[in-house]
């Protein structure tokens, strides 16, 4: 893949963008099976992130083209016309009747072959999707496009075909980091806050038209990867498994006064149970060698 | 899933050799290949001849170069992909452990699973992963397609449970990465200091409130940030003071934060510190009332006098991060 940087002309920032279920809701499990299309969703807020990273770099160098680029169903585009409010010079929808049911990998095959048919010079892409856990489309776009990834990115800039790029890395390490386009970026949350759309550029973006990409229009080969049968399929879901502290709640079967009592004694005895300091450092260092902070 | 599929376990030797996470993954992998009365390979990246006595089963380990912190998987990548075949990978779910895997998965065109809390596999059934999903408001049950290649990353949360004990017999060979792949030049590194790293950017927050507002007690609690490479924060008490910035402050009328780990010293937890807070992946409380709310949070509690028990955690982690100190003193052009 070779963009426009490395001729001379405007450099070309796709930035990968999906949708996720909307934090401040609390859906029913059922509604989560169904996925009922009650459950408002939003952008997902590890890809704003990565469409404010794109901006800035146009800020920096005026010319660049900077295209939203999702894998999302029709009933998904309204949310994301948001990145043409923020400024997105173009918002491509990819969709056909093969991407309903994609994993990740199937995912990243099409929005890679979609990258390249745009000319992409660096493809940006948020750290997770709010509703998965895997983050890994960006890693494996680069690897179907056979470029470099630079993972944990929390500033970037870029002269003519060479990027810089600050990564945050584990236990405070930071890495500045150089790279020839294109490459693929992948955006910290948080990094990069996104900018307050004005007024006039949110009607432009709820009347502007999205084009639709599909896989064989961008140039995706049937029986690609994710073409048959997904290669993930979520099998059930059942309610979040219980995870230790929060609030305290007293022993239901005892009576109602000793319950009383009972709170107003506060959580367990000290330590989680264990009677001797030396003990309870020994279960915070065990915490902490769990969580990788140690070596 | 068919007999006899072979099963991979890549995993990411720290710098003092296997983690606990590294031998849980080993003991998954061992166990799933006595299901699948597959052949079980290991891949010890970075790690020793000592940590190979350390793995369970009948293997063969393969020992590759370590990865620098910051520095490019793709070789990493390209090598677990000629072990998968038309078998299961398992790694660690580490930032660097989720990269290997999607690259893997995406270059043998297998299924990914990451991030999953536990694996299993049964002769004739897909493989099936558990996870949590929709930010943490469910668990789903995912089952990869059989007959292709599946890579799946493991998290911690399953640690704890069983364990495999070093038995049987191994072969060790060493293999060298393909240097002619594309990446990235890392061309510095740098440690910001605990006054210098954001608090809403740090994976660690260690804060002390009204019970540790002096400066000798911050000089610890900034001791303890440092060697964790985390930042110090504040409850409001303290920044009143003047002992803290106002823009270390956690809270109703200072900052929301969702540092992975979050160690509260001196600080009762009001209402007004728990909203700033509460998102926090896990908490270690260091208070010497018992019944001081926020314990009710927390994942570990320290119930003492701080000045007694910061030196004594502090004792510990020092000694169980000089390694990586050590080792980022070697970078030359790291900024300790």
């Known amino acids: 893949m070779s963009g426009a940087a490395s001729t001379g002309g405007s450099p070309v920032v796709v930035v990968c963008m999906t949708t996720a279920l909307d934090p401040e809701e609390r859906p029913a499990l059922e509604e989560l099976r169904r996925k009922a299309r009650s459950v408002r969703r939003v952008v997902n807020p590890a890809d704003r992130a990565a469409l404010e990273a794109a901006l800035r770099l146009r800020d920096s160098q005026p010319g660049t083209v900077v295209i939203a680029l999702s894998l999302a169903a029709a009933a998904d585009e309204e949310p994301l016309r948001w990145a043409l409010a923020q400024g997105a010079d173009e918002f491509r929808r990819l969709w056909g009747e093969s991407c309903a049911e994609l994993d990740s990998i199937g995912v990243a095959s099409r929005l890679a072959t979609a990258a390249r048919a745009l000319g992409a010079d660096l493809i940006l892409c948020g750290s997770r999707a709010l509703d998965g856990s895997g983050g890994g489309v960006g890693p494996a776009m680069a690897e179907f496009l056979d470029l470099p990834v630079l993972n944990d990115v929390a500033a970037l800039s870029v002269r003519g075909s060479l990027m810089r790029a600050e990564r945050r890395l584990r236990r405070g390490l930071r890495a500045e980091v150089e790279c020839r386009l294109p490459a693929v970026v992948v955006v910290e949350e948080g990094a990069f806050g996104p900018r307050y759309a004005r007024l006039r550029d949110r009607f432009r973006a709820l009347r502007a038209d999205v084009p639709v990409l599909t896989p064989a229009s961008a140039g995706q080969e049937d029986g690609g990867p994710g073409k048959a049968e997904p290669r993930v399929a979520v099998r059930s879901l059942s309610g979040p498994k219980p995870v230790g502290g929060g609030i305290f709640v007293p022993d239901q079967t005892l009576s109602p006064e000793a319950q009383l009592t009972q709170l107003m004694g506060g959580p367990p005895g000290p330590a989680g149970g264990r009677s001797s300091i030396g003990g309870a450092i020994d279960e915070a260092v065990g915490l902490l060698e769990e969580l990788r902070f140690l070596d | ?273 728990l909203v700033g807070m509460r998102g926090s992946g896990s908490v270690i409380s260091i208070n010497s009332d018992p019944h001081a709310p926020i314990h009710a949070l927390s994942d570990v509690r320290l119930v003492g006098d701080a000045a007694v028990l910061l030196p004594r955690l502090i004792e510990q982690v020092r000694s169980r991060t000089e390694t990586r100190r050590a080792a980022l003193r070697e970078l030359s052009e790291v900024r300790v």
Not at chain 2, 44 to 68: F, H, K, N, S
Not at chain 2, 98 to 105: C, P, Q
Request: aromatic letters at 4%.
């Open chain 2, 1 to 273: 899933m068919a007999a006899g599929i072979p099963v991979t376990a890549m995993l990411l030797c720290g710098r003092g050799g296997l983690t606990a996470l590294d031998t849980f993954v080993a003991g998954r992998a061992a166990a799933l290949a006595g299901r699948l009365r597959g052949e079980l390979r290991f891949v010890l990246v970075g790690g020793r001849e000592e940590d190979a006595q350390r793995l369970p089963g009948t293997a063969t380990i393969t020992l590759v170069d370590g990865l620098d912190e910051g520095c490019d998987t793709g070789a990493h990548a390209r090598l677990l992909a000629t072990f998968i075949d038309r078998g299961v990978a398992l790694l660690p779910a580490t930032r660097e452990g989720n990269e290997i895997a999607a690259r893997a998965a995406a270059r043998v065109g297998g299924g990914l699973a990451a991030n999953a809390r536990s694996v299993e596999a049964a002769a004739g059934s897909p493989l099936t992963i558990e996870r949590t999903v929709y930010a943490d408001r469910a668990t789903a049950t995912v089952a990869l397609r059989e007959g292709i290649p599946a890579v799946v990353t493991l998290n911690s949360e399953g640690l704890g449970g069983r364990r495999t004990a070093a038995t049987g017999s191994a072969r060790t060979r060493f293999a060298a990465l393909d240097q002619t792949v594309a990446g990235f030049r890392v061309v510095g590194r740098r440690l910001p200091g605990p006054w210098e790293m954001d608090i809403g950017e740090a994976e660690v927050v260690v804060a002390g409130g009204k019970g540790v507002a002096t400066k000798e007690a911050f000089g610890l609690l900034a001791e303890l940030a440092g060697l964790l490479g985390g930042a110090v924060g504040a409850s409001r008490p303290v920044v009143d003071v003047g002992l803290v910035p106002p823009s270390r402050q956690v809270g109703l009328s200072g900052r929301t934060i969702t540092p992975r780990l979050y160690i509260a010293c001196g600080i009762s937890g009001s209402p007004h510190h």
